[in-house]
């Protein structure tokens, strides 16, 4: 980034060629279209060019093209027109008072699991169901459960604390869970 910030433009062309293919991806995983991957990654990196002098080094480079890219990618999914809004308490767990779920939680699929990711409709079902998320809770889970990225670097890459990048990761998961459940005819609560 030194180099760059200084002008060398092969430099450029080296984090350029270096880390093209994971800010594609995870831009992909974002907004679930090729095209606008294509679009946000140009995006990305003109400002990786053109804001270089801003990158003081705090955090790691990767750090911060994660950032960059979950910026733009979350722009245009909320500049996106909703289709129907989904709500997620509808898929979310039940509770009676005492704490006792309302019925019986989600059914144990551990045995036919292999079987049910290797179908063309579930992996479309999940594209779908992801896509329904709030675009924030989409992000948290697009750089956990997809990118691998810790807690913590997650939090730095999207601006939120340790605690509420879990607990949408936790809400998000319990919505796909549900949802889930429901596609299989099972309660989601």
Same mark, same amino acid.
């Given at each position: 980034?030194?180099?760059?910030?200084?002008?060398?433009?092969?430099?450029?062309?080296?984090?350029?060629?270096?880390?093209?293919?994971? /800010?594609?991806?995870?831009?992909?995983?974002?907004?679930?279209?090729?095209?606008?991957?294509?679009? =946000?990654?140009?995006? /990305?990196?003109?400002? &990786?060019?053109?804001?270089?002098?801003?990158?003081?080094?705090?955090?790691?480079?990767?750090?911060?093209?994660?950032?960059?890219?979950?910026?733009?990618?979350?722009?245009?999914?909320?500049?996106?027109?909703?289709?129907?809004?989904?709500?997620?308490?509808?898929?979310?767990?039940?509770?009676?008072?005492?704490?006792?779920?309302? /019925?019986?939680?989600?059914?144990?699929?551990?045995?036919?699991?292999?079987?049910? $990711?290797?179908?063309?409709?579930?992996?479309?079902?999940?594209?779908?169901?992801?896509?329904?998320?709030?675009?924030?809770?989409?992000?948290? &889970? /697009?750089?956990?459960?997809?990118?691998?990225?810790?807690?913590?670097?997650?939090?730095?890459? $999207?601006?939120?604390?340790?605690?509420?990048?879990?607990?949408?990761?936790?809400?998000?998961?319990?919505?796909?869970?549900?949802?889930?459940? =429901?596609?299989?005819?099972?309660?989601?609560?």
């Amino acid at each position: 980034m030194q180099r760059v910030k200084a002008g060398d433009h092969a430099a450029f062309e080296t984090l350029f060629h270096r880390h093209a293919s994971r /800010v594609y991806r995870q831009a992909a995983a974002l907004l679930g279209n090729e095209p606008e991957a294509e679009e =946000v990654m140009q995006e /990305v990196f003109l400002t &990786v060019y053109t804001k270089a002098g801003t990158f003081r080094g705090a955090a790691a480079f990767s750090t911060w093209l994660y950032r960059l890219t979950a910026n733009a990618a979350l722009t245009r999914l909320r500049q996106r027109k909703r289709r129907r809004e989904i709500s997620l308490e509808d898929y979310l767990p039940q509770f009676q008072e005492n704490g006792h779920h309302l /019925v019986q939680p989600v059914a144990d699929w551990s045995d036919s699991l292999d079987d049910y $990711l290797n179908s063309r409709e579930v992996r479309q079902f999940l594209r779908e169901a992801l896509e329904s998320l709030p675009p924030m809770d989409k992000a948290v &889970v /697009v750089l956990s459960d997809i990118e691998g990225l810790p807690n913590q670097e997650i939090g730095a890459v $999207l601006g939120l604390t340790l605690p509420a990048v879990k607990a949408r990761l936790h809400r998000a998961r319990l919505y796909l869970r549900g949802r889930l459940a =429901v596609h299989f005819g099972h309660s989601p609560t």
